[in-house]
T-cell receptor
Framework: GAVVSQHPSRVICKSGTSVKIECRSL??????MFWYRQFPKKSLMLMAT?????????EQGVEKDKFLINHASLTLSTLTVTSAHPEDSSFYIC?????????????FGNGTRLTVT | KNEVEQSPQNLTAQEGEFITINCSYS?????LHWLQQHPGGGIVSLFM???GKKKHGRLIATINIQEKHSSLHITASHPRDSAVYIC???????????FGTGTQLKVEL
């Protein structure tokens, strides 16, 4: 069965609204989760590292106020795209390290395809 | 130049063929991952390598640390193997991945 559950799988929203994406670790308690973004025909890019109980670590060029990450429990991280614009339309996917620790194989959610109209 | 380069970008094979996808990287790594991304977008981790060779069913992954090169082989390919195969590396002690651009594989009957 799935190790990581990501919801929703697909969302269409209007420009200016906010969208929340959930990533749940079903089998592991994860102190760390990762959020990625993928544009069509492009490679995945790490957006941020979600840290349980503390602030997320964002990659260079990723707006912290635009992409809010909350990792309030050991099994749930959320990514909120605030005041979404059409250029935020993309595929967002999360991952969880196996056993919840570093240097272990990663488990991915099924991704969320966001379309902003 | 990307830190992780894959070749080929696209590959079409006939069912039963032996397939090789290559990955070269330019940085020091702690591990290399081969991932499979299905048309719907979901990603499955196939292998995590730091040295040598791993085999799982019809899939074989090898890595040469000195040459900074890894290959993913698929034996007796099948249409259900059609997917995007992505090479990714981790550097340092963590799980932060740097991804290659992927290889789109299509296996035809």
């Amino acid at each position: 069965g799935a190790v990581v559950s990501q919801h929703p799988s697909r969302v269409i929203c209007k420009s200016g609204t906010s969208v929340k994406i959930e990533c749940r670790s079903l089998d592991f308690q994860a102190t760390t989760m990762f959020w990625y973004r993928q544009f069509p025909k492009k490679s995945l890019m790490l957006m941020a590292t979600s840290n349980e109980g503390s602030k997320a670590t964002y990659e260079q060029g990723v707006e912290k106020d635009k992409f809010l990450i909350n990792h309030a429990s050991l099994t749930l991280s959320t990514l909120t795209v605030t005041s979404a614009h059409p250029e935020d339309s993309s595929f967002y996917i999360c991952s969880v390290p196996g056993t919840g620790s570093y240097n272990s194989p990663l488990h991915f959610g099924n991704g969320t395809r966001l379309t902003v109209t | 130049k990307n830190e992780v380069e894959q070749s080929p970008q696209n590959l079409t094979a006939q069912e039963g063929e032996f397939i090789t996808i290559n990955c070269s990287y330019s940085v020091g790594i702690s591990a290399l991952h081969w991932l499979q991304q299905h048309p719907g977008g979901g990603i499955v981790s196939l292998f995590m390598l730091s040295s040598g060779k791993k085999k799982h069913g019809r899939l074989i992954a090898t890595i040469n640390i000195q040459e900074k090169h890894s290959s993913l082989h698929i034996t007796a390919s099948h249409p259900r193997d059609s997917a995007v195969y992505i090479c990714a590396v981790t550097t340092g002690g963590g799980n932060k991945l740097t991804f290659g651009t992927g290889t789109q594989l299509k296996v035809e009957l």
